[in-house]
């Protein structure tokens, strides 16, 4: 399977500042056929479902704001929030889809500094 | 808008039986437009893809559980369910139902809010 492992394990922003996560796999996830990154990122607030925001590592999902934004490819991934807002501190999973089974991050924790 | 709603017992016996039941509300999962599927996250750590189908395809499973896990549909109730045997401590976790729309990613874009399974005698 392939890993994917995420960076930082927790990070603190203050509002209106960006952040940064990171996502790096084990292997590609560019698909050579298509030119497409297989690679999904959600968002995990405590109580609430997981919710997604990028798919095919730059697409922003229906209704998810633009100061979130996906970039990268290969094996090298990021998400950033422009300006942190107090409804972004969550939880962060980066998943992979070009393996079967798709494989996840182990997630990284964003609060407000 | 879609939702969905996990729903089982909390405790299970090792060696026993798992078994869960996803309610699907606002769409149906007779529809050939998606696959539903099934994601645990064991506590402490990340989350582990189980299965998934589309209704009238074959399911298809995670490797390292296939030998134990079994999905079905109720489609007179709008649900699908998570079979899964032999049970150890290693398999609690929150246990997830989840949509993919996409035709060609095998990611999610509706989730219930996930059961908490521990598995303990």
């Known amino acids: 399977d392939i890993v994917m492992t995420q960076s930082p394990d927790s990070l603190a922003v203050s509002l209106g500042e960006r952040a940064t996560i990171n996502c790096k796999s084990s292997q590609t996830v560019l698909s050579s056929s298509n030119n497409m990154n297989y690679l999904a990122w959600y968002q995990h607030k405590p109580g609430q479902p997981p919710k997604l925001l990028i798919s095919w590592a730059s697409t922003r999902d229906s209704g998810v704001p633009d100061r979130f934004t996906g970039s990268g490819s290969g094996t090298s991934f990021t998400l950033t929030i422009s300006s942190l807002q107090a409804e972004d501190v969550a939880v962060y999973y980066c998943?992979?889809?070009?393996?079967?089974?798709?494989?996840f991050g182990q997630g990284t924790k964003l609060e407000i500094k | 808008q879609v939702q969905l709603q996990e729903s089982g017992p909390g405790l299970v016996k090792p060696s026993e039986t798992l078994s869960l039941i996803c309610s699907v509300s606002?769409?149906?999962?007779?529809?050939?437009?998606?696959?539903w599927g099934w994601i645990r996250q064991p506590p402490g750590k990340g989350m582990e893809w189980i299965a998934n189908f589309y209704y009238g395809g074959n399911p298809y499973y995670n490797p390292s559980l296939k030998s134990r896990v079994t999905i079905s549909t109720d489609t007179s109730e709008n649900q699908f369910s998570l079979r899964l045997t032999s049970v150890t401590a290693a398999d609690t976790a929150v246990y997830y139902c989840?949509?993919?729309?996409?035709?060609?990613?095998?990611?999610?874009?509706?989730w219930g809010h996930g059961t908490l399974v521990t598995v303990s005698s």
């Open positions: 989840a949509r993919r729309s996409d035709a060609y990613g095998d990611f999610y874009d509706y």
């Open positions: 998943q992979q889809y070009f393996s079967f089974p798709g494989t």
């Open positions: 606002g769409g149906s999962i007779t529809s050939s437009t998606y696959y």
